[in-house]
């Protein structure tokens, strides 16, 4: 599953740097599938959605960091546990309930953004 980021942020930012995927954003700042990641133009993700990845998308949270849930992969193929996690000073990073996903479909997510 994804993870969350719960109304307890108090906006510290430590945990943008530590993703891997680059799927963690300041409240109000647009993102973009491609940033950070080997994914640009016209794309099919995982999930099947048809999307370009270097089209702005709309932000998800206006007033606190959040996490995009088609670029997280709780840090699989990457770290053993989740970065954002281990470096919040108030633990407001928690897995997210309205997105699980097994570890085999968090790897597949991780290697179709990350193929090298």
């Known amino acids: 599953m994804a993870i969350i980021i719960t109304d307890e942020c108090i906006n510290c930012g430590a945990c943008e740097p530590e993703c891997p ?6 409240g109000a700042d647009d993102w973009r599938y491609s940033d950070g990641t080997a994914l640009n133009g016209s794309i099919v993700l995982p ?3 048809e999307v370009n990845a270097d089209d702005a998308q709309t932000p998800i949270s206006d ?5 995009v849930p088609d670029k997280c992969t709780e840090c699989k193929g990457f770290h053993e546990e989740p970065q954002c996690a281990a470096v919040c000073p108030v633990d407001c990073c928690v897995p997210d309930d309205s997105h ?5 479909e968090l790897l ?4 179709f953004m990350h193929p090298e």
């Open 21 to 26: 995927n680059t799927a963690i954003y300041e």
């Open 47 to 49: 999930n099947g959605k």
């Open 63 to 67: 007033d606190i960091y959040y996490i």
């Open 100 to 104: 699980v996903e097994t570890e085999e």
């Open 108 to 111: 597949g997510k991780q290697r």
